[in-house]
């Protein structure tokens, strides 16, 4: 590379364009970085002023996030056993006992149910009619697609009371179902229209030659299509799952027991034991894990599937 | 191997005609060539014979079985992709052995046709390699060898050399033909090169507009062109059209072409009005005492031949002549016909007229 190159970027270049771009991660990272922190930390710290930036880390949040406790008086508390866990130590150093499990786990696990569930259901209904669309002559295709579109052409929650009247007189209200349900009909629209950037994108060619070397139409989409769209499913269930994972308020209004996802249910810790701001930011980075894992596993899909059909190949 | 016969065969997609009626047969074992421009329905037909598109009406026989409406995977016909279609995720062994894995053969069989096919492309070394990183001839070749593989009626051919540099082109298609000729086996290949079917072809059929203009051998058509365009189409520098008005007598071997009276084959039918006199440049002479004149225009040298383009009162004119003759820009020349070879057209309706030339040929349809 000569150093008069058009398309090579300076060194100067370089360094601004690293600069801004590790000023735009702290300021990003900041806010994920103090909820970690504040996890670990012990409810006196948490609100102690200025912000304490250096503390003895504790895990008296997530022993307060994974249970309930009730204070008892100094005399009962001497009369009880010496604690047998690291955590029923924690518990008691604040006057308290355990005195049972909390409902984040169940929370947790409706979370997972329900996301992964509704990106699923969207992934497989998404790519089938995205193929559909993709490769056959389909009468008003067209108004069809702007159809699908048009359902995200407003706030999903504006529909909201006409859902939750429907899903009381149906029994879905505060049911898996009816929330895997909620979340695919939202992000059915997403899956339908990128999905069939991707499939578009296939040569039809793999196919008929599938179809040529005696397979049938379903056997060529599924040993063919599939494995070349992978990039593209990738991305849209990301997507899918971002949206279903962090949604609040569709699941404050629909869930409230057997249901109820982790969004409505860590700000509720908040008023058990006054502000116990430790146990919320617990709660919210194990919530925050399940997402980061999934992208950082298929963050070179996501890459490619924020600025596919940029380049042709 | 086998023989098939198109009927009849119409294709609409909407409003649009992308064949219309055409008929024409392919004989077992033969190269047939379906030669014409882009978008004129040639790729169009070679769909239908696989069964990638299904016809609007009319018959397909393969073997004497009407196959017009079955699926392809029932049709038992091998079809070599443009843009090869190697299936992407699979390597080069994978995608040989994917045709015979549908039809449940057993793995060890699998494995030894697979090993044969390799070893008669050449291509036994990059049997473990994915198809990502193979040459353009080498991805040909994988083609032809997922064609071959499972020995299918017929194989179709969609411009399989056409996304080839130019220099493997030749190469591929003599392989091609080799391969062709080794195997004996029924062959329908398209294309836009009228050089590549001419140089390949047993057969060929011309089209244009959803068409088939005409049906034959390379030398059939080359010769005794049944259409205006087939004349135009196939040849380079193309034939020659002299146009005028004037009569053709039935019976007659000459015509008066403005002031001149030139030769032809003895004509079989009569016509009056807008003619065409069609000539092959290389059946054009250049002479001093020629009563048909024209005057140098341009001289393209070819090492061998040169073409001359002459100016007349008919037009321009091409004519390939030896490099050694003299031809010098601004010359007036005579010009001299190989009467026995002229084709007459009548411009209106594109036709050749008959004559003893070629009123065998056209007699064919």
């Known amino acids: 590379m000569s150093s008069f190159s058009v398309t090579e970027p300076s060194n100067g270049q370089k360094w601004f364009a690293g600069i801004l771009v590790v000023l735009y991660a702290l300021i990003t ?19 102690s002023y200025p912000p304490k930036v250096i503390f003895e880390p504790s895990l008296e949040g997530y022993v307060n996030l994974f249970t309930t406790r ?13 604690p047998e866990t690291w ?29 992964f569930g509704s990106t699923f259901l969207s992934i497989v209904l998404g790519t089938l009619a995205a193929y559909a669309f993709s490769r056959f002559k389909i009468p008003l295709a067209d108004d069809l697609l702007f159809f699908i579109l048009s359902t995200r052409m407003m706030p999903p929650i504006a529909v909201a009371i006409p859902i939750f009247l429907m899903y009381r007189n149906l029994g879905l209200s505060d049911t898996h179902l009816g929330m895997i349900l909620l ?8 899956a339908v229209w990128l999905l069939k950037g991707f499939i578009d994108e296939i040569p039809r060619e793999y196919e008929e030659a599938a179809l040529i070397d005696g397979y049938t139409r379903f056997q060529a989409f599924y040993k063919v299509v599939l494995p070349q769209a992978a ?34 249910f860590i700000p509720t810790i908040i008023g058990v034991g006054g502000l116990d701001w430790p146990a919320v930011a617990a709660g919210a980075t194990i919530f925050l894990l399940p997402v980061m894992v999934f992208t950082i596993l298929l963050r070179k899909h996501l890459l490619r599937g924020i600025t596919f059909g940029a380049v042709r190949k | 191997m086998a023989q098939i016969i198109i009927k009849n065969v119409r294709k609409e997609f909407g409003d649009f005609t992308a064949v219309k009626e055409s008929s024409f047969t392919i004989e077992d074992g033969e190269f047939f060539m379906l030669l014409g421009p882009s978008g004129c329905g040639k790729t169009t037909t070679l769909r239908m014979i696989a069964g990638l598109e299904l016809p609007t009406s009319g018959e397909i026989y393969l073997d004497g079985e009407e196959i017009s409406q079955k699926p392809p995977s029932q049709r038992d016909i091998a079809f070599v992709f443009q843009m ?33 096919v390799a070893q008669i492309l050449g291509i036994e070394d990059i049997l473990n390699k994915p198809v990502g990183g193979l040459s353009g001839g080498d991805r040909q070749r994988v083609a032809l060898g997922r064609a071959i593989v499972r020995d299918p009626k017929a194989f179709m051919m969609d411009e399989p050399l056409g996304a080839l540099d130019a220099e493997f082109r030749e190469r591929m298609a003599e392989e091609l033909r080799a391969l062709h000729d080794r195997m ?55 034939m020659n059209f002299l146009r005028f008005d004037g009569v053709v007598e039935e019976g007659a071997t000459d015509i008066k072409m403005g002031e001149q009276v030139v030769g032809m084959p003895r004509q079989m039918e009569g016509a009056r009005g807008s003619l065409v006199y069609g000539i092959r440049p290389e059946h054009i002479k250049l002479t001093d005492t020629g009563a048909y004149r024209g005057s140098v ?25 030896d490099s050694a003759q003299p031809a010098k820009v601004g010359e007036a020349v005579g010009l001299s016909f190989d009467a026995a070879t002229v084709t007459m057209f009548d411009e209106t309706t594109g036709q050749a007229l008959k004559s003893e030339l070629n009123q065998e040929v056209l007699a064919r349809g």
């Not at chain 1, 991305?235 to 629909?254: D, P, Q, R």
């Not at chain 2, 279609?85 to 793995?107: E, I």
């Open chain 2, 297 to 321: 225009l341009a001289t393209e040298y070819l090492g061998t031949t040169q073409i001359v383009t002459l100016d007349t009162a008919n037009g321009e004119v091409k004519a390939r002549i």
């Open chain 1, 87 to 115: 955590y029923e130590e924690i518990v008691r150093e604040r006057d308290m006992v355990i005195a049972g499990p909390s409902k984040f786990g169940e929370r947790f696990l409706n979370s997972v149910i329900i996301g």
């Open chain 1, 231 to 264: 990039t593209g499913i990738a991305s849209t269930a990301i997507f899918c799952l971002i949206f279903s994972w962090n949604e609040y308020a569709f699941a404050v209004l629909l869930t409230s027991g057997t249901a109820q996802t982790a969004p409505p």
């Open chain 1, 29 to 47: 990272i900041m806010p994920l970085a103090w909820i970690m922190m504040t996890g670990f930390k012990t409810p006196p710290d948490s609100i």
């Open chain 2, 84 to 116: 090869f279609a190697l299936y992407p995720h699979m390597n080069v062994r994978k995608n040989l052995s994917y045709p015979l894995v549908s039809q449940g053969m057993d793995r060890a069989a699998v494995k030894a046709k697979v090993a044969e």
């Open chain 2, 184 to 238: 004996n086996a029924t062959t329908v290949y398209v294309t836009h090169d009228q050089l590549e079917a001419m140089q390949m072809g047993d057969k060929i059929v011309v089209m244009n507009n959803a068409v088939v203009e005409q049906f034959g051998t390379p030398q059939e058509v080359y010769d005794k062109p049944a259409t205006l365009f087939v004349a135009d189409f196939i040849g380079s520098p193309s």
């Open chain 1, 183 to 190: 979340y695919t009909a939202v992000n059915i629209s997403l």
């Open chain 1, 70 to 82: 009730t204070r008892v008086g100094q005399e009962a508390l001497d009369a009880l056993p010496p």
